[in-house]
């Protein structure tokens, strides 16, 4: 099952408006979690690190106060679009590091977020 | 700069024909390489990983994937393609940190 999940897998929301995406490690621990803005038929770009308890790490060209990233607790970030407009719409993925991979890489994925907005 | 070229945008083959996904990189140290599988609307799965020792690693459902040096490579395959591997395909590169560069994907279709 997966190791990694999102919440909504969906969503619309109205133009102005904000919307919060959960990502969840289930059964481990995560200080640290990654978020991937993916646009249609493209790749998959690190938008931000985020790290529990400190403020997130964003990436060059990111908006920080367009995309608030909040790491609470060990299991939970969250990612708020603020003030959502259609050139928001995409495909959100967040990840987890692999615990039992060691120093390696890895990442769980979770299964991403789709945002439409009107 | 650090790259990942999937040079294959499309790729099309028929069930239980072999397959191969290109994946070239550019890196300055030795990479932890990765192939991850896409299907519509869903988030990535792992198919496998290269962090060193032998160059030829095996993955789940069947495929593997060889570490070539020289040719800065590490391309995907599978000897006979089952109609449920039509995905998207990316190819990944990464240090450490956790920071990945990912590939531009390769969307495979499967015909029956």
């Known amino acids: 099952g997966a190791v990694v999940s999102q919440h909504p897998s969906r969503v619309i929301c109205k133009s102005g408006t904000s919307v919060k995406i959960e990502c969840r490690s289930l059964d481990f621990q995560a200080t640290t979690m990654f978020w991937y803005r993916q646009f249609p038929k493209q790749s998959l770009m690190l938008m931000a690190t985020s790290n529990e308890g400190s403020k997130a790490t964003y990436e060059q060209g990111v908006e920080k106060d367009k995309f608030l990233i909040n790491h609470a607790s060990l299991t939970l970030s969250t990612l708020t679009v603020t003030s959502a407009h259609p050139e928001d719409s995409s495909f959100y993925i967040c990840?987890?590091?692999?615990?039992?991979?060691?120093?390696?890489?890895?990442?769980?994925f979770g299964e991403g977020s789709r945002l439409t907005v009107l | 700069a650090q790259s990942v070229t999937q040079p294959d945008i499309h790729i099309t083959v028929s069930e239980g024909a072999s397959l191969e996904l290109r994946c070239n990189y550019s890196y300055g140290a030795t990479p932890y390489l990765f192939w991850y599988v896409q299907s519509p609307g869903q988030g990535l799965q792992l198919l496998l990983k290269?962090?060193?020792?032998?160059?030829l690693v095996q993955g789940i459902k069947g495929f593997e994937a060889e570490f070539k040096r020289s040719q800065s490579s590490f391309n995907l395959r599978k000897p006979s393609v089952h109609w449920s591997d039509a995905a998207e395909y990316f190819c990944a590169v990464a240090s450490g940190t956790y920071k990945y560069i990912f590939g531009t994907g390769t969307r495979l279709k499967v015909l029956a």
């Open positions: 990840s987890a590091p692999n615990p039992s991979a060691g120093n390696t890489g890895e990442l769980f």
């Open positions: 290269y962090f060193s020792g032998d160059t």
